[in-house]
């Protein structure tokens, strides 16, 4: 877990959206949000990956909003493709709304890619430390304002530093050793109120 350190080039800002692209899942907001970044970022770029049924849309939205050249759409990946495209990219847009578990945040995570992410669902448990920035669900617009303005401000020493606890809180809550170790802290915790119950240990 080594990505976060060498990735961020200053004169770049790559956003990257992993995902089916379905409404929900929000890629329209975060090509609405690319939109309002490469305004004062005319550098920047927006790669999409991901297939479904939004596609089309989202390829005639790019064009409408003229940043069909800016933006590029990579289909559907493998997972070891996907995972070398995000250790590319600078920042993760995932404004899904119904998204119980969202594991490709996790995956961005593990990486040290930082998360900008609706504060809902999965990614509202797993950024909730840090490790990625959450903002609160609202209309389209608003949303996609509010990411736009999460990411402009964001310098990339600070999306290193994000980076970073993202990789920690991997580490730490959601490795094998440390789902382990979560269960026997629990039985202990059970097996110990259990004991107290009984009364065992008094005198």
């Given at each position: 877990?080594?990505?976060?350190?060498?990735?961020?080039?200053?004169?770049?800002?790559?956003?990257?959206?992993?995902?089916?692209?379905?409404?929900?899942?929000?890629?329209?907001i975060a090509l609405q949000a690319f939109g309002e970044v490469k305004e004062q970022r005319p550098d920047a770029e927006l790669w999409i990956i991901g297939?479904?049924?939004?596609?089309?849309?989202?390829?005639?939205?790019?064009?409408?909003?003229?940043?069909?050249?800016?933006?590029?759409?990579?289909?559907?990946?493998?997972?070891?493709?996907?995972?070398?495209?995000?250790?590319?990219?600078?920042?993760?847009?995932?404004?899904?709304?119904?998204?119980?578990?969202?594991?490709?945040?996790?995956?961005?995570?593990?990486?040290?890619?930082?998360?900008?992410?609706?504060?809902?669902?999965?990614?509202?448990?797993?950024?909730?430390?840090?490790?990625?920035?959450?903002?609160?669900?609202?209309?389209?617009?608003?949303?996609?304002?509010?990411?736009?303005?999460?990411?402009?401000?964001?310098?990339?020493?600070?999306?290193?530093?994000?980076?970073?606890?993202?990789?920690?809180?991997?580490?730490?809550?959601?490795?094998?050793?440390?789902?382990?170790?979560?269960?026997?802290?629990?039985?202990?915790?059970?097996?110990?109120?259990?004991?107290?119950?009984?009364?065992?240990?008094?005198?």
């Open positions: 877990m080594s990505e976060c350190s060498s990735r961020h080039d200053v004169n770049r800002l790559r956003l990257v959206f992993v995902g089916r692209l379905e409404r929900w899942k929000g890629p329209s297939d479904g049924p939004e596609m089309g849309r989202l390829k005639n939205e790019a064009k409408t909003m003229g940043l069909i050249d800016a933006v590029n759409f990579f289909g559907w990946l493998s997972r070891e493709q996907c995972l070398q495209m995000m250790s590319q990219s600078d920042v993760m847009v995932f404004p899904s709304i119904h998204d119980c578990g969202g594991a490709v945040v996790l995956e961005a995570m593990a990486i040290g890619l930082p998360v900008v992410a609706v504060n809902w669902g999965g990614p509202s448990d797993y950024l909730a430390k840090g490790g990625g920035i959450l903002i609160n669900p609202s209309n389209h617009e608003r949303m996609a304002a509010e990411i736009a303005k999460v990411i402009l401000g964001l310098t990339p020493a600070e999306r290193n530093e994000l980076g970073t606890v993202a990789q920690k809180i991997i580490i730490e809550h959601y490795t094998w050793p440390s789902k382990v170790r979560k269960i026997i802290d629990i039985y202990r915790s059970v097996c110990e109120a259990y004991r107290q119950s009984l009364g065992v240990g008094k005198t």
